[in-house]
């Protein structure tokens, strides 16, 4: 059994995971990130939508962008359609990811691949990596937990996601290019919404939906019709190219931090809880959580982590407690939907009214 040793541990590569490791690493201190996929960002599991204004936060190639978008278009059940002017990037996801990695080994961070963090043990985090025999230990100052919405890190402080939504997501041909992401709301995606958002010549059509209020067919079969909907109004081929599927958390805001371990990203339930929008938030919050971890274990105060639940609430807090009220009053009016999701949808000035 080998014992890595090292100040801060990282458990996951995605976005937030790098983004921790790197702000880390920039401050000259040994960080080690343990990814438990053979390559990082595959496979993808994302519409793979980020604001332009995400791009501050990247160094390095820009070639994970794929084209722009302007806007994004509401569709309501009876086909009434809500601009919304939001300035984006459809990007490749996994070539984002290794973007952020590639930026993250640059400032010093080691990675281990194939990697799977286990338990913790006597203050050890034990891990198997795939192809060798036996287990290894790595013995950090401080933890972070980056490793998605069932987070093994998360179990072990009790902050646990407890409300996930299913997601399931078709790559298809589109019949031409398009200039603005499509939401659609219809009332058999019970508590969720479906779309279609535009990658060059392809697009990534899906829809995430919670059981319940009487919608309990197989989401499989929802997706399926949804994308033959689309066909139907010319706007992709029903012929999928690739599929994916995964789970996005709808939290409310709850404390991510306990003794010598925070969360980030997904693992944190810091993904908007209306939008399902989750990648900001995790290179954001990584880059806050790399810092305090750092400044932690320079001060040997871990009291310092604190910090990073503080600086976090104060950027994204409001917004999120926000989009979990907005989410209860959807999921209970939905039979009303048409009249609802006007006061719970970030496309129309109702849903920013009020408390």
């Known amino acids: 059994m080998e014992t890595h040793r090292c100040d801060i541990l990282v458990v996951g590569a995605g976005p937030g995971g790098s983004s921790a490791a790197r702000a880390a ?22 519409a793979e939508f980020i604001p332009a204004l995400l791009l501050r936060e ?157 919608h309990g067919e197989g989401i499989g079969k929802v997706l399926k019709r949804f994308v033959s909907r689309l066909a139907e109004e010319g706007k992709v081929e029903p012929r999928p190219i690739g599929t994916t599927a995964g789970w996005i958390p709808a939290e409310p805001v709850r404390k991510v931090t306990r003794g010598n371990v925070l969360l980030v990203g997904d693992a944190a339930g810091h993904t908007h809880p209306i939008t399902g929008a989750g990648v900001s938030q995790a290179v954001i919050g990584g880059r806050m959580a790399g810092k305090w971890a750092a400044r932690a274990v320079e001060a040997g105060d871990l009291s310092l982590l604190g910090a990073y639940e503080e600086e976090w609430r104060e950027l994204f807090g409001d917004a999120q407690a926000r989009a979990h009220r907005r989410r209860k009053e959807l999921e209970q009016n939905w039979d009303d939907l048409e009249t609802v999701v006007k006061t719970s949808w970030i496309a129309f000035r109702e849903y920013y009214a009020g408390p």
Not at 25 to 46: K, M, W
């Open 25 to 46: 690493a920039a401050e000259g201190l040994e960080v080690l990130v343990a990814e438990r996929r053979d390559t990082i960002g595959v496979p993808v599991q994302c």
């Open 58 to 214: 990247i160094d390095g190639a820009r070639d994970f962008v794929v084209q722009s978008v302007s806007g994004m278009e509401t569709i309501l059940p009876d086909g009434t359609i809500k601009m919304m002017r939001s300035p984006g990037l459809m990007i490749r996801r996994d070539f984002f990811d290794q973007c952020l990695a590639r930026t993250a080994r640059e400032a010093g961070a080691r990675f281990l691949a194939s990697t799977r963090v286990l338990r913790m043990e006597e203050g050890e985090v034990v891990v198997r990596s795939k192809g060798k025999a036996g287990e290894d230990r790595v013995a950090a100052r401080v933890i972070i937990g980056a490793d998605g919405p069932h987070s093994t890190v998360g179990r072990w402080i009790g902050s646990e996601n407890r409300n996930l939504i299913p997601a399931v997501q078709w790559r298809v041909p589109l019949t031409s290019p398009m200039e603005c992401t499509e939401v659609h709301f219809l009332e058999e995606l019970y508590g969720g919404y479906g779309w279609l958002f535009p990658v060059g010549l392809e697009a990534n059509v899906g829809l995430g939906r919670k059981r319940g209020n009487g």
